[in-house]
């Protein structure tokens, strides 16, 4: 009988535990529109009323977030710049970034694409680190930029996991 309410007690403490916890991936919404598609966690909103720094010549497509992760992600337009161009763009950007004290690069799938993900090494006066992902499709530069309060890639690289051209 001891063994069954101890039992009972620790399956009790686990479940209470669990309904605790929160996952912004319990539910998915889907973003389309400006010519691309996305899913991001439902705990979210679009279009969200937020400032983002972005590169100059650079049209944001999409913003989603929450108070503590801000999603946007832009183009910009390659017009009679060949692909590799594009990517050398990309490449003095991200260069400039570590210049600046951002740390090493990594590389990333986004639609079929390699792109390359930057991320501060410390956080701004808001408390926000800033990951930048830059890539090259159809002639056009993306760029997502990420702001998040805890320093982790993991929802940015699980949404961009899911983003593709229309």
């Given at each position: ?21 929160s996952d912004i991936w319990a539910t998915n919404k889907t973003y389309s529109g400006n010519g691309i598609t996305f ?110 309060k805890s320093n982790s890639t993991a929802n940015l690289e699980k949404v961009l996991s ?5």
């Amino acid at each position: 009988m001891k063994s069954l309410i101890y039992v009972l007690v620790v399956v009790s403490l686990v479940v209470a535990i669990s309904g605790c916890t929160s996952d912004i991936w319990a539910t998915n919404k889907t973003y389309s529109g400006n010519g691309i598609t996305f899913t991001y966690p439902g705990a979210w909103e679009s279009d969200l009323n937020k400032s983002v720094t972005m590169p100059a010549g650079s049209v944001s497509k999409a913003i989603v977030g929450s108070s503590d992760e801000i999603l946007d992600i832009s183009t910009v337009s390659g017009q009679n710049l060949t692909s590799d161009s594009l990517q050398q763009v990309i490449n003095d950007v991200m260069t400039d970034f570590k210049n600046k004290g951002f740390g090493s690069e990594k590389n990333i799938t986004v639609d079929g694409a390699t792109a390359t993900m930057i991320t501060s090494q410390k956080a701004d006066s808001d408390g926000f680190y800033t990951t930048y992902v830059a890539w090259v499709k159809n002639n056009t530069i993306y760029y997502a930029t990420y702001l998040t309060k805890s320093n982790s890639t993991a929802n940015l690289e699980k949404v961009l996991s899911t983003f593709k051209t229309t």
